[in-house]
């Protein structure tokens, strides 16, 4: 049993075969960012703030990779403990037989209990180290991005209130062509009038009463011709 509990595809210091894999993605994601944002940054009139990176978490054996000395070199560390806690062959056994179990495949490793101690608190004291860098590149980059908004808005508004002065422009002009028409309109019905006042001296008086209006003439005319 304690031979099986050692057999596993993971090694004392939290290598993975997918770690490439997840970083490759992390690094198309990347590509895809720039690519917009780079379009972003090419729209006319687009304001510009330098963006830092955009924070991306690696998995948990890429920063344990990258911590490199600042982790015990010991044959067996915590998380083979960990792997081999998780092992189908303990299952079911109660915490003590579990415990006693997993002690005595370290005993015939030759893992000391002290070393792995450490290497638990070495790996949480990378965990938070990395946690804490990433919290500052967030930070860095919200600010970055409110910045960017700022600068945005503040576009926005310049076009806005651009646009809502050739609106009002245009506004005025509809205005101005509608009171230019309805004067016209006023002309042209003082235009009418003098025409049919001409008119009504071309025909009898007749017996009817000339209202001012064209119309009226016209009926006149047609009665003193009959």
Known sequence: ????????????????????????????????????????????????????????????????????????????????VREMADSPHLAGMSPDAKRGALLMALEAAGAETEDLLQDAVARQRVLTDYEEKQQDRLREFEAAKSELNRAIQAELDRLTGQYMSRIQSNL????????????????????????????????PQGNGNYNGTLTAVLERASVARR
């Open 172 to 203: 005025d002009d509809i205005a101005q062509q509608q009171d230019n028409f309805q004067a016209w309109q006023k002309r042209k019905q003082q235009e009418c009038q003098r025409i049919a006042d001409a008119a009504a001296l071309l025909v």
């Open 1 to 80: 049993m304690f031979k099986k509990l050692f057999t596993s595809t993971q090694n004392g210091n939290g290598a993975s075969s997918n770690g490439s894999s997840e970083i490759a993605s992390a690094g198309q994601r990347r590509e895809l960012i720039d690519l917009f944002e780079g379009d972003e940054r090419r729209l006319p009139g687009a304001p510009h703030v330098e963006m830092p990176p955009t924070p991306q978490t690696a998995a948990f054996e890429q920063i344990y990779h990258s911590a490199g000395a600042r982790l015990p070199q010991v044959p067996y560390g915590i998380l083979k």
